[in-house]
């Protein structure tokens, strides 16, 4: 398991596409899982409402709060640390000619400055004259495997890769039926992401003879955040968490 290879094919901060070679399907798969489990982010879990005179119910604010992500810096909190969060936001004035006021993520305020909102931008709800909402919040250390909204990872999968090979011409009357792939191939040795051909191999091998078949041991693995991590966060805090849980494992087998 130590000669696995490693090779982005697109490399952003939130979202990723990566190819991994020498590993098993079930190593594949345990890194899924402990991305959408293991890999613990902080989340609003109490909400404390000083006052809300908004046209929405108190559970409902706690939901929306409950869904902003938070940044989740590594090693500086343990599992069930707390970090106080604060809104306080009202409504127009008489004198401003807008008829609302939209509260979004950027207006809540953190105790820690390590941990806030992931995305200032995410609207929170819209406040009439008159109206204002002030909360306290509790924002708490867990992981998906507990709750959802504790996942970093909001689109973790993977797919063999695919290898395709041209092995003739097709037939003077065959016809030219669609062959829909999605992800990267591997064409001579090159990693092609499908969108460069519409995801349909007869439009970039007009007239050909293919065959596709799987790479053995290698994945494809497609992951993005909710911006609580960044994808390289996610990744190898997921696989330490792997090494950490093998490590217990041997230890108590020896003993």
Do not use: C
């Not at 596409?17 to 989340?43: C, E, H, K, Q």
């Not at 929405?56 to 989740?72: C, H, K």
């Not at 807008?98 to 931008?121: C, F, K, L, Q």
């Amino acid at each position: 398991m130590e000669d696995y290879e490693v090779e982005f094919v697109e490399r952003g901060d939130r979202e990723a596409r990566f190819l991994v070679r020498g590993i098993t399907p079930a190593f594949a798969n345990g890194i899924r899982r402990a991305m959408v489990a293991d890999v613990p982010t902080f989340s609003i879990d109490e909400l404390r409402v000083v006052e809300n005179s908004s046209v929405m119910f108190d559970e409902q604010i706690g939901l929306r709060l409950g869904l902003v992500p938070l940044t989740t810096p590594e090693g500086e909190f343990e599992i069930g640390d707390e970090v106080t969060l604060a809104l306080d936001v009202e409504g127009p004035s008489r004198e401003e000619t807008t008829e609302t006021v939209t509260a979004y993520s950027g207006d809540i305020v953190s105790s820690d400055e390590m941990v806030r909102p992931a995305n200032d931008n995410i609207p929170i709800i819209d406040l009439k004259a008159g109206q204002r909402l002030e909360a306290e919040a509790d924002a708490v250390l867990d992981r998906g495997r507990d709750h959802a909204k504790h996942q970093g990872g909001v689109a973790v999968g993977y797919r063999h890769l695919q290898r395709v090979e041209v092995v003739g011409d097709k037939g003077e009357f065959a016809d030219e039926e669609p062959h829909i792939l999605r992800g990267v191939v591997e064409e001579d040795g090159e990693l092609v992401h499908t969108d460069e051909f519409g995801n349909d191999l007869t439009q970039r091998y007009p007239g050909k003879e293919i065959e596709v078949e799987d790479v053995p041991n290698a994945f494809v693995f497609h992951v993005e955040t909710d911006g609580s991590l960044t994808v390289d966060e996610l990744v190898t805090r997921a696989v330490g968490s792997l090494r950490d849980r093998a490590d217990e494992l041997r230890e108590s087998i020896q003993l």
